[in-house]
């Protein structure tokens, strides 16, 4: 094991968390962590985006000016402004943080493989090489040599920073770049969480606590369900078959688990899931079927996710999307007066992170302009503030109506205008982006039961928060029933079960941020003032949300009881825009060829679902348990009491994929798990599953530069005996092949992927004038011919014959690789 490394990386994420806190200070200090739980993500921002123009002239100096450049700003900001800092808040960040990266270092040193099976890891580990290879950005495609990489590389580029400080080996530097963004996320999630929790008058410890826990270690609720049958079905089974006296006694208690199982089996078929599995056995377990509960779409959550251990920008874009969120977190709790410092935030930092994220998960990119446009919209104070202040006057109404159509459009400027200053900040990385992808509607939906799995988690705090706050509001019963029966309309209409789940939680979420009183109050909607007092109200909370008073005056809305009622928080924000991509994707998804119909639309969108719900369901659980006040429904001794209960049984269910996962995964016997020599060598699999190629791709490994190679095409398999190639030797060492994986195809197109293929053949297998005028266009150094090639190439009429090319030699030989040197003035 690699301690002296693991230390070292510890210590590079604990000093740039330490160099970004005067700048999450300047930017958070209303926060109640004044911002102390993403400072590791400000400096990351700060790093990437000096290294990512300064690369485009030297990628060898970029880390260095980008890491200078923070510490001038830090430097500068702490001259200027101070540092508020709270000792007991950093202290409680860095513990958390490296309790995190310590636990994912401990997963990953049993199984560090970056094999080609079960995920990304081969496209992933060849963009961390080819980034270390690369003078300048953007890098050389290794799949597609000639051409600039046509995919999203941000979170690979600051691995890559990070290796080139360190020193570090890319082998190693995955695995603890890995492990540093599951850390960064798991502290970015317990700062926001608790920021809001605190800003609620709740404990921000608390707060903080479940937002980590819903980002590190819960699951979906497939596992727990699946569980639950196995158990009941197992106990019944038992019972019934007891026999004498002991049989007699339990033979009520057996028939009391035959119906109970009977039930389950009834509700299980009436929502349509699937309970294979763990319904047969705990021996049946297996960590992958908890991400596909969707039929025909993967539903990830990040614990999965950082098991199955991709670097995928999916893992590496959350950070940096609860970032955004904390900005927003800011701007909503800036009263109106402080309009410099709102433009600040929302024209100036959101714009920031549109474009990082536009190149790290492009995915994320319009979910900061939806982030912003809901803050805007949903913030105490008024959009029309933002304006200059005649054009705000002008533009003043009595009429509510108007009130809101420009309160709309403002928001939906704001957000335009984050849009466009990401666009052009990332505009280089948009000049080479993949096309091929089309919009396309109306896919096949989900079912009712699949998606009660896969966000119930997240629903079963959502619905009694939700509750909590509607309940004392309504006015009109029966309009609320007839608001419901028009959702219900409509999910049949459309065939959308999740119109059933998540409309009824957009509208009321949306009325009860926007209105005083449910359903049909928007003549009595909140105005400018009171939102303005709350907010000045919740920035006096403490750190730990003690005595703060969150909308407790005269001027909030009040029961019949006349018990004020404080208003819902920045949660509910978090709750709405989480629940809008859920619909969103039942409708609209992006048409490509990385899978299916929605498949990876549903994949990429579901990862930043949840991590805006792990914070808000965080900060909406610890209101749950906490509050007691009499103006809220749910609030009584009694139900305190229930609802600590139900939390704790909440995550206690949702540890049953972590309990048995983790177990599994530590006493795994896959062919790449190193369990009794733990490592986080990422290639150290390659001298034990593939000797025979091992030497082979360590000599490539070795060459300077990136001389372009040629190597049989394929994807997702490494056997020499099947007709296609792995790519191993440019994905395992980021020299670049002339054609890889088929990923290929969606960046470039189909032509462009064949075209190369069938020189690729003529290279191999053609013409030796033809091949020499090949490997001259493609300007090839050498040719490689192992197991893949031979599979594919040598089957054919004159099977290999590239060594009958001029110029052509047998450069290095194993029993089962040939490489052959290409002397381009000879061709």
């Not at 000016?65 to 900001?77: C, E």
């Not at 819960?218 to 006296?245: E, K, M």
Request: charge should be negative; include cysteine; charged fraction near 15%.
């Amino acid at each position: 094991m690699e301690f002296l490394l693991v230390a070292l990386w510890v210590g590079a994420f604990l000093a740039l968390l330490l160099a970004g806190l005067p700048l999450a200070d300047a930017l958070f200090g209303r926060l109640a962590d004044r911002g102390v739980g993403v400072a590791l993500v400000c400096s990351f921002t700060v790093v990437w985006l000096v290294a990512y123009w300064v690369g485009r002239v030297s990628l060898d100096a970029a880390p260095f000016v980008a890491v200078a450049t923070l510490l001038v700003l830090a430097g500068g900001l702490v001259a200027w402004r101070g540092v508020d800092l709270d000792r007991r808040v950093l202290a409680e960040t860095v513990g958390v943080f490296t309790l995190a990266f310590l636990f994912l270092v401990a997963i990953r040193a049993v199984d560090p493989a970056v094999h080609p099976p079960g995920g990304e890891k081969f496209l992933d580990f060849g963009l961390l090489q080819s980034l270390l290879r690369a003078e300048t950005l953007p890098p050389e495609d290794m799949w597609f040599a000639g051409e600039p990489v046509s995919y999203y590389y941000g979170g690979h580029l600051l691995a890559s920073l990070l290796a080139r400080l360190t020193a570090t080996e890319a082998r190693f530097a995955y695995n603890l770049a890995l492990a540093g963004y599951f850390a960064a996320f798991v502290t970015a999630a317990y700062g926001l969480a608790g920021s809001v929790a605190a800003s609620r008058d709740s404990p921000r410890w608390l707060g903080g606590v479940f937002g980590a826990f819903f980002v590190g270690i819960a699951s979906n609720l497939t596992t727990p369900l699946r569980l639950i049958v196995a158990l009941v079905d197992g106990w019944a089974t038992a019972l019934n078959g007891l026999g004498g006296v002991v049989g007699a006694i339990l033979t009520p208690v057996g028939l009391f688990f035959a119906a109970l199982d009977g039930l389950i089996g009834a509700l299980i078929g009436i929502l349509g899931v699937e309970t294979d599995g763990l319904a047969n056995g705990l021996g049946k377990f297996d960590y992958w079927d908890a991400s596909r509960v969707i039929d025909g779409t993967i539903n990830e959550f990040p614990l999965f996710a950082w098991l199955n251990g991709d670097l995928h920008a999916h893992m590496m874009g959350p950070p940096f999307l609860l970032l955004a969120a904390t900005v927003c977190l800011a701007y909503y709790l800036t009263p109106a007066e402080a309009v410099w410092r709102r433009r600040g935030l929302l024209f100036g930092a959101l714009p920031v992170l549109a474009g990082l994220l536009a190149v790290v998960n492009t995915w994320s990119f319009p979910s900061v302009a939806g982030l912003t446009v809901l803050t805007v919209l949903f913030a105490p104070a008024s959009a029309r503030t933002l304006l200059p202040e005649p054009v705000a006057e002008w533009l003043d109404t009595d009429d509510w109506r108007l009130d809101e159509l420009l309160t709309l459009l403002i928001a939906a400027g704001s957000g335009a205008v984050v849009v466009v200053g990401g666009l052009l900040l990332s505009a280089p990385f948009w000049l080479i982006a993949a096309s091929g992808r089309e919009i396309a509607l109306f896919p096949p939906r989900s079912g009712l039961g699949a998606l009660v799995l896969v966000h119930g988690t997240f629903l079963l705090v959502f619905v009694p928060y939700v509750l909590r706050h509607a309940l004392p509001r309504l006015r009109d019963g029966w309009r609320a029933t007839a608001m419901l029966a028009v959702v219900a309309v409509i999910a049949v209409l459309s065939r959308a079960s999740a119109a059933v789940l998540f409309l009824p939680l957009i509208g009321v979420g949306w009325a009860l941020l926007r209105w005083r009183d449910l359903p049909g109050g928007v003549g009595t909607r909140i105005g400018d003032r009171l939102r303005s007092d709350r907010a000045d109200a919740e920035t006096a909370v403490s750190a730990d949300g003690g005595d703060g008073d969150t909308g407790t005056g005269s001027n909030e809305p009040a029961d019949a009881d006349g018990h004020s009622l404080p208003l819902p928080g920045f949660e509910t924000v978090l709750l709405v825009a989480g629940a809008g991509l859920v619909l969103l994707v039942e409708f609209v998804y992006v048409k490509e060829q990385a899978g299916p119909g929605r498949m990876n639309t549903v994949f990429k969108t579901y990862a930043q679902v949840w991590a805006l719900w792990a914070v808000a369901a965080g900060a909406a659980l610890a209101h749950l348990i906490w509050q007691r006040r009499p103006g809220l429904a749910l609030s009584g001794g009694r139900w305190r009491l229930a609802l600590q209960v139900f939390a704790a049984l909440l995550i206690a269910s949702t540890s049953v994929y972590g309990g048995l996962a983790l177990t599994s995964h530590f006493a795994s016997d896959s062919v790449y798990a190193q369990t009794d020599d733990p490592t986080l060598d990422a290639t150290e699999f390659v001298d034990r599953v593939h000797p025979n190629e091992a030497a082979a791709i360590r000599w490539v490994d070795g060459l300077d530069g990136r001389p372009t190679i040629t190597t049989a095409p394929g994807s997702y398999v490494w056997d020499g005996e099947r007709n296609g190639g792995s790519s191993a030797p440019s994905s395992l060492t980021g020299v670049p092949t002339v054609l890889g994986w088929h990923h290929e195809i969606g960046y470039r197109g189909q032509a462009a992927y064949d075209r190369r293929a069938e020189d690729l053949r003529t290279i191999y297998t053609g013409d030796p004038n033809e091949s020499a005028a090949l490997l001259d266009d493609y300007d090839v150094r050498y040719v490689y011919v192992g197991p893949a090639e031979r599979a594919t190439y040598g089957s054919s009429l004159e099977g290999i014959t590239v060594e009958e090319v001029p110029g052509v030699t047998a450069e290095k030989q194993w029993d089962a690789v040939t490489i052959y040197e290409v002397d381009q003035s000879r061709l």
